[in-house]
């Protein structure tokens, strides 16, 4: 049984920081393609950042330059750094896993999800 579990979301005060984990279990995801996207209420989720493999990345325009995404393969773990937090920025953020596309930003490019971790940034 293939699992993604998030965890690091919270309240923080525009501006400030907060740093998402998702811990991968049950197969490696060493050969996978891991991404970040988020929901706010009322509105579709979407694409975050993606890592490949091979720790190639790509963002949505929304939060390049104040987010980073990582990958710790041999721990199975992905990671996202935010910074310089928004209110715009609040949502449930989702943890997902390829095994088809390098650098999908579609949803459907994703296998595998987790339950999700709200952030919410207040202004």
């Known amino acids: 049984q293939v699992q993604l579990v998030e965890s690091g979301g919270g309240l923080v005060q525009a501006g400030g920081s907060l740093r998402l984990s998702c811990a991968a279990s049950?197969?490696?995801?060493?050969?996978?393609?891991m991404g970040w996207f988020r929901q706010a209420p009322g509105k579709e989720r979407e694409f975050v950042a993606a890592?490949?493999?091979?720790?190639?990345?790509t963002y949505a325009d929304s939060v390049k330059g104040r987010f980073t995404i990582s990958r710790d393969s041999p721990k199975n773990m992905a990671y996202l750094q935010m910074n310089s937090l928004k209110p715009e920025d609040t949502a449930v953020y989702y943890c997902?896993?390829?095994?088809?596309?390098?650098?999908?930003?579609?949803?459907?490019?994703?296998?595998?999800w987790g339950q999700g971790t709200q952030v919410t940034v207040s202004s």
């Open positions: 049950g197969r490696t995801f060493s050969n996978t393609a």
């Open positions: 997902a896993a390829s095994f088809t596309t390098a650098l999908g930003i579609r949803s459907d490019d994703y296998q595998v």
């Open positions: 890592i490949t493999w091979s720790h190639r990345t």
